[in-house]
């Protein structure tokens, strides 16, 4: 019997966003993460084949010394087995954290569709970022973090792995490892100037229009 394509997000008016933007907000750009580079920077791949490498080789050594390549075989093989079960666990963990990510630039705000068993949507106006930071990776692949103005808070736990690393004390929310992010920092950089240079309509108690600069 063929299985149906369902898709666990199609209750969204837009893709990664919970209700549709109004119609002077432009989407300028959605993305997600990539999985191998989540995997990575986010879950400690590298950190975990570099610890069972280190393990195998020592019991291949061990091994060596009375049962020669054959010895060192059987001593380093359910350790490599194991590095494998690990790689499989964390590329999975990272696959359903990409495939459940949508990052979207507007021409007003950041938002982060985030959570695999809970969604949530988080919305960053750019009025209220103070500042962006770019940590490129060779590939192309890199973070985006957003610092945002006065006593804005975020959960760290409910943010992770979306946020900057090393900065548990004030979490910063970040498109964590997407492709071409050189790009999309530009793209950002410029929404938000032109987004913060418009001039804000207030009223006075006499309820006429007044234009004040934006902060």
């Known amino acids: 019997m063929p299985m149906d394509d369902h898709d ?4 969204e008016p837009v893709r990664g966003l919970p209700e549709r933007p109004p119609k002077s907000e432009i989407i300028l750009w959605q993305g997600s993460p990539s999985t191998l580079a989540l995997a ?6 590298n950190w975990v084949l570099g610890y069972f490498a280190l ?4 019991r291949a050594i061990v091994g060596s010394i009375d049962g ?20 499989v ?20 705000r950041v938002a982060m569709r985030i959570g695999a068993a809970l969604t949530v949507t988080l919305n960053v106006p750019f009025r209220q970022i103070s500042a962006a930071s770019l940590d490129l990776r060779g590939n192309g692949t890199g ?9 804005t808070k975020f959960s760290y736990l409910m943010l992770w792995p979306h946020l900057r690393p090393w900065h548990a004390r004030k979490p910063q929310p970040a498109l964590r490892c997407i ?8 793209l950002l950089a410029e929404a938000a100037e032109a987004r913060v240079s418009e001039p804000v ?7 006429a229009p007044v234009l004040a600069a934006a902060e």
Do not use: H, K, N, S
């Open 8 to 11: 666990d997000f199609a209750f």
């Open 40 to 45: 990575r920077d986010a879950y400690g791949l």
């Open 55 to 58: 393990i195998i080789l020592w």
């Open 68 to 87: 020669g390549w054959a010895g060192a075989f059987a001593f380093g093989l359910p350790y490599a087995i194991l590095a494998g079960m690990a790689t």
């Open 89 to 108: 666990v964390i590329l999975g963990l990272a696959w359903v954290a990409a495939r459940t990510t949508v990052y979207t630039v507007t021409t007003a």
């Open 143 to 151: 973070t985006i973090a957003l610092e945002t103005l006065g006593d």
């Open 179 to 186: 492709p071409d992010a050189r790009r999309v920092a530009a």
């Open 201 to 207: 309509v207030t009223r006075t108690a006499a309820q």
